[in-house]
């Protein structure tokens, strides 16, 4: 009965947003047919793509087109309702990618192969559409890069508004995720620990803090509702959806266009100034592999003629997790009946509040492990107010049943990630077919080191767990006495290893498989410019180009890159008083 409920209720939702969406957005802002020739053409219209698009298009008189795989966000409601992102998984917004079979993890994992799920955006907004929402800066040389980040924010949390390290009235907005109260136990279990509640995108990333997401007014913030929809009535900005690149026009190693293909048809198209690569960390190499860029013997074996020789896809680097579900005796966090409760869906219908309006991730905490040498932390904590739903993973129903006792719980997730594993891994072409999907080997835990920081780390959470204001509501862990890892001692830490070896999974971050590097450097696909070697007018900006993937979430520096090479291309300093106000306080 409670079931049936449950899914009218959702059933509500997402017609009343259908509803809304339809009376909003009735007049059609993408085009179906291209001009011949533009100044610009960005491939992808993700997280960097979206702010491109926007930024490039601010000179009335540049010619910007982009060209986006998928279709458009406002299609699917689900998308826009925070707490609904995992229902647009494995959906046709997905591009559902799996990876090859695993050595050492995803034992777990559906079908029996030990191959990842990975999903990944394929509809305008990309990867921000389906992902968690989570706002996280990870650590860097603030002088260069702060004035970006500021650039894009729009501050909601009224204690950090008058930050240095923050700014209130870009586009993007941040607020924090204290809908669900064990955030708060969370934090105080940390302070048991020692460690302070603080800004993690502020001074000190080091301790533990509820989450800061993108959502405004309820709804989903990302660069296609933030960045490219005010935008997308400009003359001089076309966006073309359903349009699938499948490879740069390179002559005499120089980019003079694309091509793609719209409902069956090729199309080319020319760009005079430039083509820009904002397909992501699987599409952007795929992509240049397939024009021609790429390892010079690999694409000699799919008999693409080479016309540079560059390490296009490997160092591939990703977050790994492993978790320790929790069960809780108080009604503190997210489950089923919760969010879909006429309640929740009327104060999120009237006031975009309440449990629709949580990503589910209110906890985050950063920390270093006990081999960390570094000034940033190489270890991350999340909070998920929920048990791992069954959407989250992509666990077999055997082993799911050993481990969640149904969907509907009282329970919560410790996230445990590794920022900085040692090992890497790779993008490469199964044939120069460019609708195949690429092979993607993330190499998870080949190095040793990675696999006994995950297990010190895991010891850890279990610590999280142990202190008061996590006993006080009773929870327990003994769900992670899987029945397949009891030919082991419970809690040893081989048990634990046995563990992740099953249920670690992606964070969902790969990044650097076109990585930035100096002239010289012979490990790096695109120069300090993001200009691809060896090839003129090509640029790659997305999260690909990361030298290495950073200390936290992607998305926030995926969208700092963007504004920072849209300011490169533009030839112009937009951030000058950022930059100022920075510097004088
Ligand atoms: C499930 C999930 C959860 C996540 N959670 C978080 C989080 O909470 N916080 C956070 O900071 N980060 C999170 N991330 C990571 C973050 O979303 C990504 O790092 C970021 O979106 C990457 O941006 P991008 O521009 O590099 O690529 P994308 O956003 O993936 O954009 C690439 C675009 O290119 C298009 N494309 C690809 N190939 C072609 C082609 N041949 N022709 C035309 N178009 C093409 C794609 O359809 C897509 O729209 C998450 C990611 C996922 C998948
Ligand atoms: C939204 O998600 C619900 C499940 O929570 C599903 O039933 C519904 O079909 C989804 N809507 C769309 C447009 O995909
Ligand atoms: C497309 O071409 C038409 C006709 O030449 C021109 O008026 C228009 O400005 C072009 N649009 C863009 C975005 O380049
Ligand atoms: C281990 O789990 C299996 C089920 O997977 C069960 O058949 C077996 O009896 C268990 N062994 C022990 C020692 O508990």
């Not at 559902?96 to 030990?114: D, M």
């Not at 081999?371 to 082993?399: G, M």
């Not at 072409?429 to 010190?456: G, R, T, V, W």
């Not at 081989?494 to 650097?512: D, G, Q």
């Amino acid at each position: 009965m409670e079931l049936t409920g449950v899914k009218l209720s959702i059933f509500v939702v997402v017609v009343a947003f259908i509803l809304y969406r339809y009376t909003v957005k009735n007049t059609k802002l993408t085009v179906d047919t291209v001009n011949s020739t533009y100044d610009y053409i960005i491939v992808g219209g993700g997280s960097a793509g979206c702010v491109l698009a926007a930024r490039l298009s601010e000179d009335t008189e540049t010619r910007v087109l982009l060209i986006e795989a998928g279709g458009e966000e406002t299609e699917n409601a689900n998308i826009s309702i925070p707490v609904q992102a995992l229902a647009v998984w494995k959906t046709q917004w997905d591009w559902g990618y799996s990876t090859t079979p695993q050595k050492n993890s995803g034992f777990a994992q559906i079908g029996g192969e030990n191959r990842h799920f990975w999903p990944r955006g394929k509809v305008l907004g990309g990867s921000n559409n389906l992902n968690l929402m989570n706002y996280v800066r990870g650590s860097w040389g603030y002088q260069d890069v702060l004035p970006y980040f500021l650039k894009s924010e729009d501050m909601q949390i009224d204690d950090l508004k008058n930050s240095k390290y923050h700014r209130a009235g870009g586009p993007l907005a941040v607020m924090k995720d204290t809908e669900f109260p064990i955030w708060k136990r969370f934090v105080d279990a940390g302070k048991e620990l020692g460690y302070s509640e603080v800004d993690f995108n502020g001074e000190e990333q080091i301790g533990f803090a509820a989450s800061q997401i993108n959502v405004r007014d309820g709804s989903r913030a990302s660069t296609v509702s933030a960045f490219l929809r005010p935008a997308m009535s400009r003359d001089n900005l076309h966006v073309v959806v359903n349009a699938h690149v499948t490879k740069i026009i390179i002559e005499s190693k120089v980019a003079r266009g694309v091509y793609f293909v719209k409902d069956n048809k090729k199309h080319a198209v020319y760009a005079d100034r430039e083509v820009i690569l904002s397909a992501g960390a699987i599409g952007s190499p795929q992509i240049l592999m397939l024009s021609g860029v790429g390892p010079q013997t690999h694409l000699e074996n799919l008999n693409i003629p080479v016309i540079m020789d560059l390490p296009v896809g490997q160092n591939m680097e990703d977050h790994v997790y492993s978790f320790i579900p929790g069960i809780m005796s108080s009604p503190e966090g997210l489950t089923g009946p919760r969010a879909a409760s006429l309640s929740s869906v009327s104060q999120y219908l009237l006031f975009g509040s309440g449990p629709l309006s949580s990503t589910g991730l209110v906890g985050t905490a950063f920390l270093k492990s006990s081999k960390c040498k570094t000034k940033y932390p190489d270890s991350q904590f999340h909070l998920f107010a929920s048990l791992p739903i069954k959407e989250l993973a992509h666990y077999s129903v055997k082993q799911k049943n050993g481990l969640f006792p149904n969907e509907w719980t009282d329970g919560f997730a410790l996230l445990t990630i590794l920022l900085h594993p040692a090992s890497k891994g790779t993008i490469m072409l199964k044939s120069n077919d460019p609708f195949d999907y690429p092979a993607i080997d993330p190499n998870y835990f080949e190095k040793d080191e990675d696999m006994q920081q995950m297990i010190e780390l895991m010891k850890k959470a279990l610590e999280v767990l142990k202190t008061k204001p996590f006993t006080d509501i009773g929870s327990h862990f003994n769900r992670l006495n899987v029945p397949v890892c009891n030919h082991t001692k419970y809690l040893s830490d081989e048990h634990l290893k046995c563990f992740i070896r099953h249920f670690a999974v992606t964070l969902y971050h790969p990044t650097s498989t076109c990585r930035m590097g100096s002239r010289d450097d012979p490990n790096s696909v695109v120069d300090p410019q993001l200009r691809v070697k060896g090839i003129r007018n090509l640029r790659v900006v997305d999260a690909s180009v990361m030298p290495h993937v950073t200390s936290g979430n992607t998305n926030a520096p995926t969208i700092m890159i963007a504004e920072k090479a849209a300011d490169m291309i533009r030839g112009i300093d937009s951030v000058e008083e950022l930059r100022k106000r920075w510097k004088e306080t």
